[in-house]
């Protein structure tokens, strides 16, 4: 029975064959509200991202889950030379839409957006890659909506292999999750955060199932109270005052995950952890986790 919930509910947005969760439309329409207010978020970004591929130097960017296209549009007015991929086509209309409405600015004519799918990524856009990009992010616990089919993590494996042969030596990896740790202890998830904080009451209701014992699959429905937004309602061609839906990730264990990467990347890289864009010394209980990784300049 647990084989075929996990089977039925393996919404992933990464992986050929299995359903798209942003599919039907409107989870990628109530997604863009749950964001909240884009400018606060693109400013979190700009204090930790930017600065750090500044600092590092680098010019060209992979994001390989841009999703609507958010942290893509605000690296392509930051300057850099960015190449833009998803999985699910609905989301991307919002970044096509986008790109479109800017065609005139020369850099934006230059972003490249594509639909690709991570266990393939490599292959998908070998000619895109070159000799590797300045740095891959993959963020807004994206990768966790690539669940564990197999129950060894082999998919999941499979596509840190491929961000890492996307990365040039000397190059970076920025990849997220949320604190699934805390989630599966507390059997709650914070609805605002460095990474959220929508502007219209919002709860998140949170299921974690297990399998032999173990947490497989953590479902977040989202609920947002629109009854106030009749722009929103209509934007998103909701009747009731409260927009629903559900989303189903991979519950990442820090310690299983940074084992993974240190796998993916090899013994030379540099892995650094930080928490809400701080460093682990400076919180607690951290909401996401973000994993940066230098790549070795001698790795084969």
């Known amino acids: 029975m647990a084989e075929n919930v996990i089977t039925t509910r393996s919404l992933g947005a990464a992986v050929e064959g299995v359903k798209d969760q942003y599919a039907d439309g409107k989870a990628a329409k109530v997604w863009e509200v749950f964001i909240g207010d884009k400018n606060s978020r693109t400013q979190n970004y700009k204090n930790f991202l930017v600065g750090m591929l500044r600092e590092k130097g680098c010019k060209r960017v992979l994001d390989v889950a841009c999703g609507t296209g958010i942290d893509s549009i605000m690296l392509v007015e930051e300057g850099f030379e960015v190449v833009s991929v998803d999985a699910s086509d609905k989301m991307l209309k919002y970044?096509?839409?986008?790109?479109?409405?800017?065609?005139?600015?020369?850099?934006?004519?230059?972003?490249?957006?594509?639909?690709?799918?991570?266990?393939?990524?490599?292959?998908?856009?070998?000619?895109?890659?070159?000799?590797?990009?300045?740095?891959?992010?993959?963020?807004?616990?994206?990768?966790?909506?690539?669940?564990?089919?197999?129950?060894?993590q082999r998919e999941q494996k499979q596509a840190l292999r491929n961000f890492e042969k996307c990365v040039k030596p000397g190059g970076f990896l920025l990849i997220d999750h949320r604190n699934y740790d805390d989630i599966i202890n507390s059997g709650s998830t914070a609805s605002k955060s460095i990474y959220y904080n929508p502007t219209h009451t919002t709860d998140i209701r949170t299921s974690v199932l297990y399998v032999s014992g173990k947490p497989a699959l953590v479902s977040l429905d989202y609920l947002i109270d629109l009854s106030s937004d009749k722009e929103q309602k209509d934007l998103i061609g909701c009747e009731d005052t409260i927009s629903e839906f559900r989303l189903s990730y991979y519950p990442h264990r820090l310690k299983i995950f940074t084992a993974m990467l240190e796998q993916a990347f090899g013994e030379n890289s540099k892995f650094r952890i930080f928490g809400d864009f701080k460093t682990l010394d400076e919180i607690d209980i951290p909401n996401f986790y973000i994993h940066v990784i230098e790549k070795s300049s001698t790795h084969f």
Request: glycine letters at 6%; a negative charge; proline letters at 0%.
């Open 95 to 152: 970044a096509l839409k986008s790109r479109w409405n800017k065609r005139k600015d020369a850099a934006f004519d230059k972003w490249i957006i594509e639909e690709a799918n991570w266990l393939t990524l490599y292959d998908d856009i070998e000619d895109l890659v070159g000799e590797g990009f300045d740095a891959v992010i993959c963020l807004g616990n994206s990768f966790a909506h690539l669940l564990d089919n197999y129950g060894d």
